[in-house]
């Protein structure tokens, strides 16, 4: 079975500053990542998705991630981040043999954004 | 673009009353539907998958006797929550999965039991 770990619950960083958010999984077969953000009293947003192809993948409003796949880790990063940022931020691995809607999620990094 | 909306957005339910909530897909066919919940402080468990034409796969501690779901086509989707207790309180997201494989979600519905 598949699990995520996000290390961090939360992550106090100044507004300008660079932002890593941290996320290893564990699967054995070949597993397509995510990253979603839930702002206050909303659902969720996909940030980002790996299947295949360039490890590193872009996604919206600056942020990227990069899939390593020996270190079995998905870390998402921004050069600098904004008040605007300060939010949930979910890992989320789906088996590539699913339906692609069998995500299993991580517990999730709380951000805040700071003056 | 791909929207999926959920309806209510809020509800409130006496404790032994059973509430419905509805998934709508805008702008993209769903070929899938999941049915995922939040407990306060927690991470979202998936309850079950909804495939069209296909039967409903539930996951381990979720049941179709308690979250019954209808997937009646491409764009919509309702599951009703049976019988709620305080256990049950949460948001419940839909994601609709798009041909591109990515799940949509929607912005969910916040059940609070009384």
């Known amino acids: 079975a598949q699990s995520v770990t996000q290390p961090d619950a939360r992550v106090t960083v100044s507004e300008g500053a660079s932002l890593q958010l941290r996320c290893k999984y564990s699967y054995s077969g070949t597993p397509y990542l995510f990253w979603y953000v839930q702002y206050p009293r909303q659902g969720l947003q996909l940030l980002l998705k790996y299947y295949s192809g360039d490890p590193v993948v872009q996604g919206v409003n600056g942020f990227e991630a990069e899939f390593i796949k020996s270190n079995s880790s998905f870390h998402l990063r921004k050069a600098s981040v904004h008040w605007s940022d300060s939010a949930v931020y979910f890992c989320?691995?789906?088996?590539?043999?699913?339906?692609?809607?069998?995500?299993?999620f991580g517990q999730g990094t709380s951000l805040s954004v700071v003056p | 673009g791909a929207l999926v909306y959920q309806y209510p957005r809020r509800t409130i339910c006496k404790s032994g009353t059973s509430m419905r909530m509805e998934c709508q897909a805008v702008?993209?066919?769903?070929?899938?539907v999941a049915w995922y919940r939040q407990s306060p402080q927690k991470t979202f468990e998936l309850i079950a998958l909804s495939t069209v034409n296909s039967a409903i796969k539930y996951e381990q501690n979720f049941t179709q006797e308690k979250f019954p779901i209808s997937h009646p086509n491409l764009s919509f989707s309702s599951m009703t929550v049976l019988n709620a207790y305080l256990e049950d309180r949460g948001l419940y997201l839909c994601?609709?999965?798009?041909?591109?494989?990515?799940?949509?979600f929607g912005a969910g519905t916040r059940l609070s039991v009384l």
């Open positions: 702008g993209f066919q769903a070929t899938s």
């Open positions: 994601g609709a999965r798009g041909v591109d494989n990515t799940l949509y």
């Open positions: 989320a691995v789906s088996p590539a043999s699913s339906s692609f809607s069998k995500l299993v």
